[in-house]
């Protein structure tokens, strides 16, 4: 009897699998719509956001185009996005947690990774991420000439590992590595002489906690400019207010002088740098 109750009961959720499944390949793409957007109305993280489409991807997966995140008031971080993809990990699901892998084509390149809500059964709350990112376009990402107070330009590859709340991400912990290659940055003043920072290549490796940015290395290379930092940054609401405290060493070939030491404070936006 066991024994039948057993087999019948595979062949049972077998089938409810397949309709399950079935029911999902077929739900029209306005319905996927209204059923992303439910969901999205029920997280409270403080963000914004907009997509124009929703398209089921297989397996038991949904890919929206037109994809903006923003605060709601409109300023600071925003992530925009032609299509991004995402996939539930379906053995979280069972133990009643949301997490998703992520494929996204944005900003002139990819971003890849995972994303996982730590309260059971909640898609708000704290969250922690782990993406990979390669061949973004610094120039088409207007809020980060916002952030900064200045125009960047470049490509920008790398890592980030982040936990925390998504509102309140200068209160969480994470890892940061990035490189920007063949890059320029404005100047609102000269620094070092130069109007503007060309380089070839820039590297950081940034640790989040505590409302600091721990800078364990800073590295630039250019024909114009070189140097090496650490240090650190602490987080202020409006990013380019953040201060400074980095100490280098520099070496700026057209002004003919060799390596030498300095401490660059300030904040973000107006950075002061002090030979030592």
């Given at each position: 009897m066991k024994e039948a109750i057993r087999k019948y009961g595979a062949y049972a959720l077998f089938g409810l699998a397949v309709l399950v499944f079935f029911a999902w390949v077929r739900m029209p793409s306005e319905a996927v719509r209204s059923l992303v957007l439910s969901a999205i109305s029920?997280?409270?993280?403080?963000?914004?956001?907009r997509f124009d489409t929703a398209e089921l991807a297989f397996p038991f997966g949904v890919t929206l185009t037109g994809l903006t995140v923003q605060t709601k008031h409109g300023?600071?971080?925003?992530?925009?996005a032609d299509t991004v993809t995402a996939?539930?990990?379906?053995?979280?699901?069972l133990a009643g947690r949301l997490a998703l892998r992520?494929?996204?084509a944005s900003m002139?390149?990819?971003?890849?990774?995972?994303?996982?809500f730590r309260d059971r059964f909640s898609a708000s709350g704290p969250v922690s991420a782990d993406l990979t990112f390669g061949s973004i376009n610094a120039a088409v990402c207007p809020w980060v000439a916002e952030l900064l107070g200045r125009a960047v330009r470049g490509r920008v590859d790398g890592r980030l590992r982040f936990e925390g709340l998504p509102g309140q991400w200068t209160a969480g912990s994470g890892h940061l590595e990035?490189?920007?290659?063949?890059g320029l940055i404005s100047m609102q003043a000269p620094l070092f002489g130069l109007q503007e920072m060309i380089f070839t290549r820039m590297e950081s490796n940034v640790d989040l906690g505590n409302g600091t940015l721990q800078v364990n290395r800073l590295q630039v290379a250019g024909d114009h400019l070189q140097g090496e930092f650490r240090g650190s940054i602490r987080l202020e609401g409006d990013f380019s207010r953040s201060q400074i405290a980095l100490r280098g060493d520099v070496n700026v070939p057209a002004a003919g002088q060799e390596r030498f030491a300095v401490?660059?404070?300030?904040?973000?936006?107006?950075?002061?740098?002090?030979p030592i």
């Open positions: 029920k997280n409270q993280a403080g963000a914004l956001v300023r600071g971080l925003r992530f925009e996939h539930p990990a379906l053995l979280s699901l992520i494929q996204a002139g390149g990819r971003i890849d990774g995972n994303i996982a990035l490189a920007l290659v063949n401490d660059v404070g300030g904040t973000i936006a107006s950075p002061v740098v002090t």
